[in-house]
């Protein structure tokens, strides 16, 4: 199974605010669907409310430490190890997609494959920073566009080899 983070970030690091994301671009949104269509999510319970409902075409997988919350539509796993194998068994299963937030990011980060990065040319306050990479992982595709003023670059990037 290939694990693969899925983040928007700011040149600051930042990808998120008071609970939701600093931006909402219509070519990310594109790329984000495109990206994660058909394939199990993971995300932590704060994301899942900042988006509100699930995802469709996507079994839903919260990670919560609380044994009462419940969701309509949605798995809920209280650990990574739980996660992954709902994710695992799941239709499309042999990708999973990691949707945040940070604390979720930094649990999956280790385990990662590759990292769907969209990298927006902005430095906004937030309170929740994407961790940092280090000198593991290399770009392997590279695109860019323009929306609402911001320059937007969607990088792939893949672990190196040993």
């Given at each position: ?12 690091g ?68 739980t ?77 190196r080899?040993?």
């Amino acid at each position: 199974m290939e694990i693969v983070l899925v983040a928007i970030v700011g040149r600051n690091g930042v990808i998120g605010a008071d609970g939701d994301q600093p931006w909402h671009f219509r070519c990310d949104l594109q790329h984000f669907k495109a990206i994660t269509r058909g394939h199990p999510v993971i995300m932590g319970r704060r994301t899942f409310a900042a988006i509100g409902r699930p995802l469709p075409q996507r079994t839903n997988i919260i990670l919560s430490r609380d044994p009462a919350f419940v969701a309509e539509g949605v798995e809920v796993a209280a650990d990574a190890e739980t996660a992954l194998a709902r994710a695992q068994a799941a239709a499309g299963g042999e990708q999973v997609m990691i949707l945040g937030g940070g604390a979720v990011y930094r649990l999956f980060l280790p385990r990662a494959h590759r990292v769907e990065l969209t990298e927006v040319d902005d430095a906004p306050p937030g309170d929740t920073t994407f961790p940092a990479l280090g000198d593991d992982w290399r770009e392997t595709a590279r695109d860019e566009a323009e929306e609402d003023g911001y320059r937007l670059t969607f990088r792939t990037l893949t672990r190196r080899d040993g």
